[in-house]
Nanobody, 127 residues
Framework: QVQLAESGGDSVQTGSLLTLSCAVS????????MGWFRQAPGKEREEVAS????????AYHDSVAGRFTISQNAGKTTLYLEMNSLKPEDTAMYYC????????????????????WGQGTQVTVSS
């Protein structure tokens, strides 16, 4: 049974650094995509970063490019999201997800079918 569990969410001030983790267990596929999503109150869920686990190619939403970094440990048991220069607009519940790789060498934002999800971890950024 595939399980994803996020941790690391916190309440921080503008400009802070925060790293989220997602523990992955039970996933037997070698070739897949992982992503980080967020959902703020009253807004739709958006994918902020993705990684293709074989080539480790990444993609980022424009709103976080240059500030956030997605990565995975060598054993593919933990997914990370390092968030720098946090802004109040980054406040949201953050989720990790795992899904199918469809080719092309990367996992396109909004174009990957994610089938496994974690429960989320809250990030609050105050000004």
């Amino acid at each position: 049974q595939v399980q994803l569990a996020e941790s690391g969410g916190d309440s921080v001030q503008t400009g802070s650094l925060l790293t989220l983790s997602c523990a992955v267990s039970g996933y037997t596929h070698h070739n897949y995509c992982m992503g980080w999503f967020r959902q703020a109150p009253g807004k739709e869920r958006e994918e902020v970063a993705s990684i293709y686990t074989v080539a480790r190619t990444t993609a980022y939403h424009d709103s976080v490019a240059g500030r956030f970094t997605i990565s995975q440990n060598a054993g593919k048991t933990t997914l990370y999201l390092e968030m720098n220069s946090l802004k109040p607009e980054d406040t949201a519940m953050y989720y990790c997800a795992a899904g199918y790789y469809r080719g092309g060498g990367y996992c396109p934002l909004g174009g990957t079918e994610y089938v496994y999800w974690g429960q989320g971890t809250q990030v609050t950024v105050s000004s």
